[in-house]
């Protein structure tokens, strides 16, 4: 069970602390939702202390076996749970929150040391829960707030020595220069408050807004290359009940490393793809399901015809026809950075040359072949 705040706990959170300013102390602020801060420093979960960013409190940093796709940006994801709550645990959804949780993710580039241009890759050291601003480009930092009715979503830009609450979005235009010295345009865009809405409502009836990345699957691994696991650690910090046994709990494959080509390609569709492409999601008219739950292999576009597409489709027939990635919309749709017709059509502007690699990779690997009005042999339903 989810330890939650006693109604003393909570009243003082949202009221008693009102009117504090700046927590150059450290600590961690929650505030209401009609009183939420125009500086992200007053939250306390993040700031700057002198050249680098720094996690307040009781604040811990965690990783992902596979992460969401964002124009190549590096990302320094942190919580904070309210001092005596626990998270409980769930095998496929999102963790159960307490009232008082904070979620932070802060994007960012290296810096390459000319203006405006940035770097695409960055090295993490284990363990790794600062940031250097002389060496990075901070762009923004977005929170997920645990109010008593649900989720909130809070996008902070960064300008100058704080980040500032930017509801109705915003634009930054970059040089992004890959490893191997090409160099692109980066129109890097700060998602307005509907448009983090449009990911995290992952059940398109309920409409509530969720988190998406503290789940089982995503998070049974080490920190940042550490030995620790981090399911484990939360639970023996008594930040994480129920846990079963770990070998119990589901893994997702990661986008580099030693798993095989098709669970490494299944995260990646899972992460990037599957909070609207699931039984429940904004895409599930679609009838095409990517998150990791799916095993049909007609649900996931094994010669799946699509619903309604239009100019999707690249003037491709199958979501996804087994050995010719060419030929399967899903990867025209991940292959284009054309607004009408790419995939995700929110959180990216570039084309993640990678994950279009693996999951072609994972594609070339798939035998059957597809018969016209029937599907596929594979299918089995």
């Keep these: ?3 939650w705040p006693t ?37 306390g979960v993040v700031q700057l202390e002198g050249e680098r960013l720094v996690l307040g409190d009781g604040v811990e940093a965690y990783d992902l076996n596979t992460a969401l796709f964002t124009d190549y940006a590096q990302k320094l994801r942190a919580i904070y749970l309210p001092p005596g709550t626990s998270a409980e645990y769930q095998d496929y959804e999102a963790f159960e929150f307490p009232v008082g949780t904070i979620i932070a993710k ?29 060496s990075v480009e901070l762009l923004e930092t977005r929170l997920l707030v645990r109010q ?7 996008p902070y830009v960064w300008r100058g020595d704080d980040a500032v609450l930017t509801l109705a979005g915003s634009l930054s235009r970059l040089i992004l220069v890959h490893d191997d010295g090409r160099r692109e345009v980066l129109p890097y865009i700060v998602p307005t408050r509907n448009e983090c809405a449009a990911c995290h409502a992952t059940n398109h009836t309920e409409g509530a807004l969720k988190p998406i990345g503290p789940k089982a699957r995503h998070l049974n691994r080490g920190y940042l290359g550490g030995p620790d696991n981090q399911l484990l650690a939360m639970a023996a910090a008594g930040r994480l009940s129920a846990l079963p046994p770990i070998d119990q709990v ?6 580099e490393g030693p798993d095989p080509v098709d669970a490494r390609a299944r995260a990646y569709l899972d992460i990037n793809c599957g ?24 649900s996931m576009g094994f010669c799946k015809p699509p619903i309604a597409a239009g100019q999707g489709t690249g003037g ?54 597809c018969i016209e009005d029937r599907g596929s042999p594979l299918t089995g339903d």
Aim: with cysteine; charged share 20%.
């Design 148 to 154: 008593a009715d649900g989720w909130d979503a809070l």
């Design 316 to 369: 491709r027939t199958y979501s996804i026809v087994p050995g010719d990635p060419d030929d399967s919309i899903i990867v025209f749709r991940m292959s284009t950075s054309d607004p009408g017709a790419r995939m995700p059509e929110l959180g990216r502007s570039l084309v993640h040359s990678e994950g279009v690699a693996l999951v072609s990779d994972w594609i070339r690997t798939l035998g059957g072949e």
């Design 7 to 43: 109604a003393a706990v909570v009243f003082a959170l949202l009221l008693g602390l009102a009117g504090c300013g700046d927590r150059a102390d450290g600590s961690v602020r929650f505030f209401p939702r009609d009183a939420y801060p125009t500086r992200l420093s007053e939250w």
């Design 106 to 134: 802060t994007f960012f580039y290296p810096r390459t040391g000319e203006p405006g241009v940035v770097r695409a890759s960055y090295d993490w050291t284990p363990g790794q829960t600062t940031l250097d601003r002389g």
């Design 1 to 3: 069970m989810v330890r």
């Design 275 to 298: 909070h609207c492409h699931n039984p429940r999601g904004a895409a599930d008219t679609s009838g095409l399901l990517l998150d990791a739950a799916t095993t049909s292999t007609r």
């Design 250 to 255: 589901p893994v997702n494959g990661r986008l």
